[in-house]
């Protein structure tokens, strides 16, 4: 189904999904129920269909994530927190204003089970939404935070459902009944998926590595499936930009998997190679990891590519480790003897920064020009100095009519993507012709 449809459709289908449970508010009221009782009922399973849409898109299934990307789907998982967070204690909300006798339904002790699994599912909402935003206050490494994450959503949704049932007032007809054992079939149906079949299907693709190869502040890791056959005559295939998720020498049923950007060409279908900056507990380790040690991959993902994307020339700008997309699809121009223009601008604090080998050797078999920008180099740095700013990518995009017809792919920290979107804007660049990839999955 081409993008141009099936990207309105599955958002047509979340808006549907997210509002369906409202039809249960629509019911015949008992007496003493009114307009406030039916929003905040509203309100509760809005917030309720909502975080089961959540586990929807951290399922990574292909479909659904395909037409926008993971990169943007994973924005999507992260913005709708404080929606959901603000329907949920809405609904407990509005009872006490409505009537103070529902405040003492917060007495744990004292109160029914229905209200008990209600506080315990909105406790742990809120832990769930804490642990996230401040993952680092807490200490919590990313494999920890996967496992308390998973965890948690699990619980939350779970007591919700069992407030529901434990109610009994929108169960009552066979429709309503229905409608709650379907959502509670796809819910079923997505942990399994999740965490039975597709680790299964890992299994049976698994990778091992090959190579461990020392870089500036990192390492890059090459891999190779373990049975190459199992990928038919063409061999794995991704696009150049693209990323996937890896687990070294774990269980395929373990949650220590870590998103990484492939580095290596896309017209290579034997191995692939991830360049992974030392900057975390795993990532430390990566070292460690010996020839052999086997590999489970989940990818390739994002829609960070220039399959969709062509023009008479590229401008790449990267920083720190978001240059590893930016190579890949540089390597795969070279592989494929494309000699389009090319020109890569790359931030870096001081020396030493990952990628600058490479760049010299796909100098010599591209059109390209790379420019390296450091923003605290020392005495010895004879080359760019300050920060990837108006002036010098005005400086160094192409002129005129071509500036507009290049396509631009930007991959770094935050702040300098803002700020690099925000000056070629400024240079007359077209926004759909600027593509970003923000790295950071958590």
């Known amino acids: 189904m081409p993008r141009a449809v099936s990207a309105p459709l599955w958002v047509l289908i979340y808006f549907l999904v997210a509002v369906a449970p409202l039809v ?48 943007v789907a994973l924005q999507v998982h992260r913005n709708m927190t404080p929606l959901i967070a603000l329907c949920v204690l809405a609904h407990p909300l509005i009872l006490f204003v409505w009537d103070s006798r529902f405040l003492s339904l917060l007495n744990v002790f004292t109160a029914p089970l229905r209200a008990k699994f209600a506080v315990a599912s909105v406790a742990l909402l809120l832990v769930l939404i804490a642990t996230s935003l401040w993952r680092g206050r807490f200490g919590l ?69 090959v190579s461990v190869a020392e870089q500036p502040l990192g390492h890059t890791v090459r891999i190779r499936p373990e049975r190459p056959e199992v990928y038919g005559p063409g061999g794995f295939s991704f696009r150049a930009g693209q990323f996937a998720w890896i687990n070294v020498g774990r269980s395929p049923f373990s949650l220590a998997y870590h ?40 990818g390739p993902w994002g829609a960070f590519t220039m399959a969709e994307h062509e023009g008479p020339g590229f401008v ?12 890949s699809m540089l390597g795969t121009l070279a592989d494929r003897g494309d000699r389009r223009p090319c020109i890569a601008v790359i931030g870096n604090r001081a020396e030493g920064f990952i990628g600058r080998t490479e760049l010299e050797q796909l100098e010599e078999r591209l059109d390209l020009t790379v420019v390296h920008v450091l923003s605290e180099a020392s005495d010895r740095w004879a080359g760019r100095r300050g920060r990837v700013d108006v002036g010098l990518l005005d400086e160094l995009c192409p002129t005129g009519d071509v500036r507009h017809r290049f396509q631009y792919f930007l991959c770094g920290p935050d702040p300098m993507m803002d700020a690099v979107e925000s000056a070629l804007q400024q240079i007359g660049v077209p926004a759909e012709h600027i593509h970003s990839e923000r790295f950071a999955m958590v």
């Open 141 to 209: 490494s990313y494999q920890l935070w996967q496992v308390v994450h998973v965890s948690l959503a699990t619980l939350v949704v779970v007591l919700g459902l069992a407030h529901v049932i434990l109610i009994g007032y929108y169960i009552r007809e066979p429709w309503e009944r229905a409608l709650w054992m379907l959502y509670t079939a796809a819910f079923v149906w997505l942990v399994v998926w999740v965490r039975i079949v597709r680790p299964l299907i890992r299994h049976r693709l698994r990778w091992v590595v």
């Open 316 to 327: 790449f700008v990267g920083g720190g480790v978001g240059i590893t997309p930016l190579l």
């Open 259 to 298: 998103p990484f950007s492939i580095s290596s060409s896309a017209e290579n279908h034997e191995w692939v190679e991830f360049t992974i900056k030392d900057v975390g507990e795993f990532t430390r380790s990566v070292h460690h990891f010996q020839p052999g040690d086997t590999v489970y991959l989940d």
């Open 24 to 71: 249960l508010s629509l019911i015949s009221l008992d007496p003493g129920r009114g307009f406030w009782v039916n929003l905040s009922v509203a309100l509760g399973f809005v917030g309720l269909a909502l975080m089961g849409l959540q586990f929807v898109i951290a399922a990574r299934i292909v479909r659904v994530t395909a037409p926008f990307g993971y990169d």
